[in-house]
């Protein structure tokens, strides 16, 4: 089993509040759910304009918010609340992959972007970053590091070195290397990695996880002793040199 991330709490120590808003509603219901198991406090909204009012009566402590939406956009639910002076980190869900989308999201106040179809866990992991980066809720455990041998990652601020050398990760590269170093010295099936990363409207290809452990093995493996090992008709694992 993966291990289970520190609780966050609010100052006063009730769970975190947080608003999802979609005009999907049974991806608004998924990503609810997702949040309630962390033992968050959640509300959901189907519209920009629902969004203004709920986050104004419940005063939540992030927001999730989809670009797309009929009416009030994603981004003018964000000027709004700006104009207003209200500065709850924002994590936006976006169809659209453009890098114009990312600029104007990022540019117009928002604190960080997921594209559509996504990882659960990697929500969950963004959210616990920017509310803790944000001050508005907080762990007992200070140190949000994971290690294997000279390879570390930062679950809040989303970096990843080894032996002292930034190395730059999609979203995705990312959330395969979290569950590996989650699991250091146990052999991960690949469908234990496609439910874990890419949980999320996903057709289950094995191919997948085959490409994306060639694309961290060149990024975190080339030049360097091998972390990332295969178990021939098992699966993947990563530990640290004898």
């Known amino acids: 089993m993966t291990s289970p991330a520190p609780e966050l709490r609010r100052r006063d120590g009730t769970p975190p509040r947080v608003l999802v808003v979609d005009d999907e509603q049974m991806l608004t219901d998924l990503l ?11 509300r959901t909204a189907a519209s920009g304009f629902d969004a203004l009012a709920v986050a104004r009566d419940y005063g939540p402590d992030a927001l999730v918010l ?3 939406m009929p009416g009030l956009d994603g981004m003018g639910v964000l000027q709004r609340l700006r104009r207003s002076g209200n500065d709850v980190p924002v994590l936006f869900l976006t169809a659209k992959d453009a890098v114009a989308d990312r600029v104007a999201g990022l540019t117009a106040g928002g604190d ?16 616990r970053g920017l509310m803790r980066r944000a001050g ?14 000279d390879l570390w990652l930062n679950e809040d601020s989303h970096e990843v070195e080894r032996d002292g050398v930034a190395i730059e990760l999609t979203a995705t590269e990312f959330e395969l290397l979290r569950f590996l170093m989650r699991n250091p010295r146990r052999v991960m099936s690949k469908a234990q990695i496609l439910d874990r990363v890419w949980s999320y409207d996903f057709g289950g290809r094995s191919s997948v996880v085959e490409l994306y452990i060639s694309y961290l093995r060149k990024k975190i493996d080339q030049g360097r002793e091998p972390l990332i090992h295969t178990v021939r008709g098992v699966g993947y694992m990563i530990k640290a040199p004898q």
């Open 136 to 149: 508005t809720a907080f762990t007992d455990v200070a140190d949000p590091i994971l290690r294997v041998g």
């Open 32 to 42: 609810a759910m997702a949040l309630r198991m962390e033992g968050w406090d959640v």
């Open 66 to 68: 989809d670009i797309m």
């Open 112 to 127: 960080d972007y997921v594209t559509k179809p996504f990882s659960l866990e990697e929500v969950v992991a963004r959210l």
